[in-house]
């Protein structure tokens, strides 16, 4: 069975200091990946998306970036966080020729 | 951008009573599903109805759709205190979702407690 892992599960960060949340699926290959962030009683907003190893697709210009450097891995970075990135935010991932999308637990991040 | 609306953003319930929550869109579709997220969690997928589809069932939710009105409601049956969560409508959008894409259109939601 597939599963996705997120981490760390909570991050209290500085502003101006890196960010770097890891994304794991087990289970699949070539899974379509996502970030999503969710502000507090939001709905979702993609971030970045990805169908491939290196192919990084942003929906939102900010100063977060994304990278997939293995086929089951996506990491959410940024060099200098800032007040407006604390959120919840989401990975998930589908496959072509599956509908419906996986979520991970979510990685809970607050800017101080 | 969000396209998928659901009302009412909250509902408050009784254990037992049955929860309705709608959801609009804007374009066509090939789907639309529906998802689940307790309290600081992740979304869980509850259930998937297709453009040609007009009524779903799965266990207590039963999930309706009209294209002509681009509208989806969710029916909760017989709720518990378990079922008190944030339920989120999304939407695959064909024309965005050309190759494998995949990418869903997502609502607002919906803020659901059941009080025992």
């Known amino acids: 069975s597939q599963t996705i892992h997120q981490w760390p599960a909570t991050l209290v960060q500085p502003v101006g200091s890196p960010l770097s949340l890891e994304c794991t699926v087990e289970?699949?290959?070539?899974?379509?990946l996502y970030w999503y962030r969710q502000a507090a009683g939001r709905g979702l907003q993609l971030l970045f998306y990805s169908v491939g190893i290196g192919q990084i697709s942003s929906e939102v210009p900010q100063n977060l970036s994304a990278s997939r450097p293995q086929d089951r891995q996506f990491i959410l970075s940024s060099k200098k966080l800032l007040l407006s990135d604390s959120g919840f935010y989401l990975c998930?991932?589908?496959?072509?020729?599956?509908?419906?999308?996986?979520f991970g637990p979510g990685t809970r991040l607050l800017v101080l | 951008s969000q396209q998928g609306e659901e009302d009412p953003q909250a509902l408050s319930i009784q254990e037992g009573e049955n929860a309705t929550m709608n959801c609009s869109y804007k374009?066509?579709?090939?789907?639309l599903q529906w998802y689940r997220q307790n309290s600081g969690r992740g979304l869980v997928h509850l259930i998937l109805i297709r453009s040609n589809e007009r009524e779903k069932h799965s266990g207590r939710l039963r999930v309706t759709l009209d294209t002509s009105k681009k509208s989806s409601s969710l029916l909760i049956t017989a709720s518990r205190a378990a079922d008190t969560a944030s339920y989120f409508c999304a939407t695959d959008d064909p024309q965005v979702n050309a190759g494998n894409n995949r990418k869903l259109i997502w609502g607002l939601g919906t803020s659901l407690a059941v009080n025992p």
């Open positions: 998930a991932w589908t496959r072509v020729g599956l509908e419906t999308q996986y």
């Open positions: 289970g699949t290959s070539n899974p379509n």
């Open positions: 374009t066509s579709i090939n789907n």
